[in-house]
């Protein structure tokens, strides 16, 4: 640390006397509007140097643990046939049933159960006013609720 001050002390006292040497006063008056636009280029220099590091600093990432939530299993489920039977519901309307709760298209249960995408909308508008149901999320709802679907 003394090193670094006297090393500095001695390049400033050698500047010092450098400017003193080739009049100073000279290269001040003559060319101050440069000097000053230097001091001032070098300031914005500074500060664009420190906010682009400061900007593009990495960020923090946050690790979420996910938590599981106890579930019934799939195996656990046992689907309430009676009322199954009493809403006129067929196996082939339960298992598209199934595919619109699992989160699919009309067009990606078509080409799941190699049928038509009509084929489709026709056993999943029957299994709507089965339900009595008006919306995919609705009926969805609904046959969880009576156990007709997991």
Do not use: C
Not at 25 to 32: A, D, G, L, N
Not at 116 to 133: D, I, P
Request: glycine share 6%; charged share 25%.
């Amino acid at each position: 640390m003394r090193r670094h001050v006297l090393l500095y002390g001695l390049l400033g006292g050698l500047l010092i006397a450098a400017l003193r040497f080739i009049e100073y006063r000279w290269i001040v008056v003559e060319h101050s509007l440069e000097i000053y636009a230097a001091l001032i280029a070098a300031l914005f220099a500074g500060l664009g140097i420190w906010l682009g590091l400061r900007m593009t600093r990495r960020a923090e990432f946050v690790i979420v643990r996910e938590l599981g939530v106890a579930m019934p299993a799939a195996s656990d489920f046992e689907r309430d046939q009676a009322r199954a039977s009493a809403l006129g519901l067929t196996p082939r309307e339960l298992e598209m049933l199934e595919h619109v709760a699992a989160g699919l298209s009309n067009k990606e249960i078509a080409a799941r159960e190699f049928v038509s995408e009509n084929t489709v909308k026709t056993h999943l508008s029957r299994v709507f006013e089965k339900l009595g149901a008006q919306r995919r999320t609705q009926a969805v709802q609904i046959a969880k609720a009576q156990r007709l679907i997991a």
